[in-house]
């Protein structure tokens, strides 16, 4: 059983940035590691995520903005979010999976934090 606690959300305005956090309870470095967003009224959609290997990948929507990251050591994963939109407002969820396959799908996900909420509001 792995719990995962994230941090750093808040009301920021267009063009701020804001970097999430995520604390894992315990080793996760043979997983994947992602984060998922979810609106009001919305399914829960992909966000980034950063493979056991290293590799990363980006919903079109952020790419360019986001960057995903861990630290192995330190058992936690970052979003680093740059020239927030009004359509990033959203609760951000980090999650784990255990298998390495189709990770840009929430069912491929075995562990999920509470979340966070991230407005951004002028």
């Known amino acids: 059983q792995v719990q995962l606690e994230e941090s750093g959300g808040g009301l920021v305005q267009p063009g701020a940035s804001l970097r999430l956090s995520c604390a894992t309870s315990?080793?996760?470095?043979?997983?994947?590691m992602g984060w998922f967003y979810q609106a009001p009224g919305k399914e829960r959609e992909f966000v980034a995520v950063?493979?056991?290997?290293?590799?990363?990948y980006y919903a079109d929507s952020v790419k360019g903005r986001f960057t995903i990251s861990r630290d192995s050591t330190k058992n936690t994963v970052d979003l680093q979010m740059n020239s927030l939109k009004a359509e990033d407002t959203a609760v951000y969820y980090c999650?784990?999976?255990?298998?390495?396959?189709?990770?840009?799908?929430?069912?491929?996900?075995?562990?999920w934090g509470q979340g966070t909420q991230v407005t951004v509001s002028s």
């Open positions: 315990g080793s996760v470095r043979d997983y994947d």
């Open positions: 950063v493979r056991r290997n290293n590799a990363k």
């Open positions: 999650a784990v999976a255990r298998n390495g396959f189709y990770t840009m799908f929430s069912t491929a996900y075995d562990y």
